[in-house]
Every structure is written in structure tokens, then in C-alpha cells.
């Protein structure tokens, strides 16, 4: 059974950083492209990001491009998120998941998600 558990996430203010974890089981992790992805409140799904599985490749939307950096350790199935400078635009909640492959559609790409973690940036 696959799974995914993040942690990381919490209430932080504006310019602040986070780091988001995720640790996978239950699947071959370096196979899997893997991404973040976060919802806010009456809003849609939204890809942050994500990086192939051998980690040569990363995608970011221009709304996290240069705020975010995602990482992966295939010896350890983890993912993180490192996120500076964070904006109240940035309170949702943030899910881990293993994508079909990593570019901008990856929201359209998932197979397996997490249950998330919640980010809150105050003004």
C-alpha cells in the first residue's frame, strides 16, 4: 500500500521560510517523478512544483519560481519544499505526491497523494 506522510508545514508570517517534508513508502521512489502541489480554500488545485526522479529536472510556476526549491533523496523516499520569502497568497494546504511525470501540468499527473500539511502566512 502506498503511502505518503508531509510534515513541515505551520503558521509562519510574511518573508518568512518553511520546509516541507514527505516521506513515501510502499513504491519504488526514484521510478516516480514526484511533486508538491497546494489548495487553498474555494480555490483549485495548484501545481508548486515538481522533479523527476533522478532529480535532473524541476519544474516551477512563476508564482513560487525563485521563492521554492524542491529536493529529493531516493536512498531515503523523501521529498521536501524549501519555501522563502513566503506570502500570504502562499496559505493553503500542501500535498506530496507521485506524478506520472513532472512539467506544468502536473496537477493532471498524479497517481498517488498525500493527505497534506497545512502552510498559513499572516501579513
Known amino acids: 500500500q502506498v503511502q505518503m506522510v508531509e510534515s513541515g508545514g505551520g503558521s509562519v508570517q510574511a518573508g518568512g521560510s518553511l520546509r516541507l517534508s514527505c516521506t513515501a513508502s510502499g513504491l519504488t521512489f526514484g521510478d516516480y517523478s514526484m511533486g508538491w502541489l497546494r489548495q487553498a480554500p474555494g480555490k483549485e488545485l495548484e501545481g508548486v512544483s515538481c522533479?523527476?526522479?533522478?532529480?535532473?529536472?524541476?519544474y516551477y510556476p512563476d508564482s513560487v519560481k525563485g521563492r521554492f526549491t524542491i529536493s529529493r533523496d531516493n536512498a531515503k523516499n523523501t521529498l521536501s519544499l524549501q519555501m522563502s520569502s513566503l506570502k500570504p497568497e502562499d496559505t493553503a494546504m500542501y500535498y506530496c505526491?507521485?506524478?506520472?511525470?513532472?512539467?506544468?501540468?502536473?496537477?493532471?499527473?498524479?497517481?498517488?497523494r498525500g493527505q497534506g500539511t497545512q502552510v498559513t502566512v499572516s501579513s
Open positions: 505526491a507521485a506524478l506520472l511525470y513532472c512539467s506544468v501540468h502536473l496537477t493532471t499527473a498524479m497517481i498517488y
Open positions: 522533479v523527476t526522479g533522478d532529480s535532473r529536472r524541476t
